[in-house]
């Protein structure tokens, strides 16, 4: 339970998670499949192609009906129309006409018409699916018997309406009790020997159970070819009369039926301008050409949908750490329209369809949900290190309540700020206290050494206050580290550096007959940094290791660079130094030997000055082995290792 607390405080986690869960939800639920839907259609109008010239309607229009009288027509004329299509050479002819009842004013045009259909041999008649009252059992409406044995094909005339009530997919089988029938344009493919390998002309099997349920199968989205009246029609009435160029339908898919608007076949579709609906025989049309070339679409499963959804909501957590509100911002915006504009273009270039609402929703409020988890991040660190600040500067660390906004966030800001007044203010005290020492403790102390050499009887004086006076300079150097602003660094050269902190021990160690050996570079190593004080630690461990240097031995002083690191090494061949004692060498007041006195602040301050730098300090010893101490430093560039001169000086 800790761990999964500490998780949901985690600014990162706590944001994916919220993320997951807003993709699982809305695309689980559909809520916006109306925005889905919209995105699916402003791609499809990006992509009007030629209508193909093998397709042509012969259109019930206006006309025809101004010509021919009200519908229905008489079968007789749709038998003529037949056989002028056929005789034209029409490859394929379907009529997306109903006829289930007889012909009652023309009894025998039922079977005038069932013999053009068997004369042409090319001829695809529809089959209906439709409910006998609202919510009731769906029903399989066919054409008359006698058609049926003559017509070379059957297929449904259905589209799918989505929820907003416009056709943008179909079923390619489908029936009650059984898919056994195939869509009207698959069945005119099939007819015209056209029907591509990846459509199949047998009836899938179903697990269906109930006889009287409607199963379907292969529910795919198609590509309309442009908007309405795009694709070549004809009139009705110019057909009949023979009013066209010999050879207009030879080799021809030709789909036959209602474009006027009385006539009630009118469907809205993604590529209805203005709100200009569709004649259903365009919409056959139109899938007839997707099917053929390969412009069906398939949608994703909501399975894949989900992880992709989750994968593209998530992304904006891989910079909004890394970059500032405004960069954020812009990136998790572009990364909107990005995935936005490849959603709309997936169903053009790979045929399929991944809804993608889900996701642009997540990627919406990823930048809101991130800023607010770091708002309450930073909310609470406030609110803890406004608790340290009370506990170290009393009453005064923050403003009086009275005086707080009533917003809390402000109300802490107001509190941080008057915590930052009162720090600046022990600040200066600080500073004026390092005045009192450098001057008011160490003045009177160094005059007091001076005048102790007049009087020889007050000698053992000298001891004491020499290290009093030692050791107010220590605590001076300790606080001039600490309040080390980085702001000041200059450019240096480390190598010079290291030459005169040896330079500067040379006196030290030719009193204790002990060598120094430089292994410097020639060339200039360098770096930004504080020059005194990064000389004072070198020396202090210089002089360190002189100390512990057994008489006659050597001390090693050498720097070395890799990649952007410079590391100051000094090893000195003494007794060594206990694990237990090397583990508290760097802290304050403690000394690495006791019978060799010190103030133990010496390493102290060494580790504090790289620390400032951006460095650290470090030793490696063991009793009766050499002791190396290591300085390790960040350079202002990287130097090149390859050109650097090194050279052993004594």
């Given at each position: 339970m800790r761990r999964l607390l500490h998780l949901l405080g985690n600014d990162r986690f706590s944001s994916a998670l919220i993320l997951l869960l807003v993709v699982v939800v809305t695309t689980g639920s559909g809520v916006l499949g109306r925005v889905d839907n919209l995105l699916?259609?402003?791609?499809?109008?990006?992509?009007?192609?030629?209508?193909?010239?093998?397709?042509?309607?012969?259109?019930?229009d206006e006309d025809s009906l101004s010509k021919l009288g009200r519908w229905p027509w008489s079968r007789r004329l749709h038998a003529t129309l037949v056989d002028r299509l056929h005789a034209d050479g029409a490859r394929v002819i379907g009529l997306d006409l109903v006829f289930s009842e007889p012909d009652t004013a023309d009894q025998p045009a039922d079977a005038l018409l069932a013999e053009a259909v068997g004369r042409a041999g090319n001829v695809v008649l529809p089959v209906?699916?439709?409910?006998?009252?609202?919510?009731?059992?769906?029903?399989?409406?066919?054409?008359?018997?006698?058609?049926?044995?003559?017509?070379?094909?059957?297929?449904?005339?259905?589209?799918?309406?989505?929820?907003?009530?416009?056709?943008?997919?179909?079923?390619?089988?489908?029936?009650?009790?059984?898919p056994v029938w195939p869509h009207f344009a698959q069945a005119v493919l099939d007819a015209a020997g056209l029907l591509p390998p990846s459509l199949s002309r047998t009836p899938p099997t179903s697990a269906e159970e109930s006889p009287f349920a409607l199963v379907r199968q292969g529910q795919r989205r198609f590509a309309f070819l442009g908007p309405p009246g795009h694709v070549r029609s004809v009139s009705y009435a110019q057909v009949l009369t023979g009013d066209f160029a010999p050879g207009s339908f030879r080799d021809r898919i030709v789909l036959v039926g209602a474009t006027a608007a009385g006539m009630g076949d009118l469907l809205p579709t993604p590529v209805s301008g203005q709100g200009q609906p569709m004649p259903g025989v365009e919409i056959h049309a139109n899938a007839l050409d997707a099917m053929r070339t390969g412009h069906l679409v398939r949608e994703a499963p909501l399975a894949w949908t989900l992880v992709i959804g989750v994968l593209l909501a998530l992304a904006p957590l891989a910079w909004l750490p890394r970059t500032n509100p405004l960069g954020g911002l812009l990136a998790t915006t572009a990364w909107f329209f990005a995935v936005m504009a490849a959603a709309v273009m997936l169903p053009l270039v790979a045929r399929t369809w991944v809804p993608p609402a889900g996701a642009l929703l997540a990627i919406l409020v990823a930048y809101p949900v991130w800023s607010w988890r770091r708002l309450e991040s930073a909310g609470r660190f406030l609110d803890q290190e406004l608790k340290r600040l009370r506990r170290q500067l009393g009453s005064e660390a923050g403003a009086p309540p009275h005086s707080l906004p009533r917003d809390p966030f402000a109300a802490r800001i107001r509190q941080v700020q008057a915590a930052s007044y009162r720090l600046r203010h022990l600040q200066e005290e600080r500073r004026e206290t390092l005045a009192f020492l450098s001057h008011d403790i160490r003045a009177p102390i160094a005059a007091a050494l001076m005048r102790l050499?007049?009087?020889?009887?007050?000698?053992?004086?000298?001891?004491?206050?020499a290290r009093a006076l030692a050791l107010a300079e220590k605590f001076l150097r300790v606080a001039r580290a600490e309040a080390l602003d980085a702001a000041r660094f200059e450019e240096l050269d480390v190598a010079a550096l290291a030459h005169q902190a040896v330079d500067d021990a040379w006196t030290a160690a030719r009193a204790r007959a002990v060598r120094l050996v430089r292994r410097l570079p020639d060339e200039p190593v360098w770096m930004q940094g504080d020059f005194g004080l990064l000389h004072r630690a070198l020396l202090n461990l210089v002089l360190n290791a002189v100390q512990h240097a057994p008489e006659e031995t050597e001390v090693d002083v050498a720097l070395e660079t890799a990649g952007d690191w410079a590391t100051l090494t000094v090893v000195d061949h003494g007794p060594g130094i206990s694990p237990d004692v090397q583990a508290r060498l760097f802290q304050r007041f403690s000394r690495g030997s006791e019978t060799l006195g010190g103030t133990g602040l010496g390493l102290y301050f060494v580790r504090t000055v790289a620390e400032k730098h951006g460095g650290s300090a470090s030793a490696s010893s063991e009793p009766g082995a050499p002791t190396r101490f290591k300085l390790r430093l960040p350079l202002s560039s990287s130097p090149d290792a390859n050109t650097a001169q090194w050279a052993d000086h004594e």
């Open positions: 699916y259609d402003l791609g499809l109008r990006q992509q009007v192609r030629p209508p193909p010239d093998d397709i042509v309607i012969v259109a019930i209906l699916l439709e409910n006998n009252r609202v919510n009731g059992q769906v029903l399989e409406t066919l054409p008359l018997p006698l058609l049926v044995e003559q017509a070379a094909g059957l297929g449904r005339v259905h589209v799918e309406l989505d929820l907003d009530g416009i056709g943008r997919s179909l079923f390619l089988w489908e029936g009650v009790g059984a050499d007049d009087v020889p009887a007050a000698a053992r004086l000298h001891e004491p206050l």
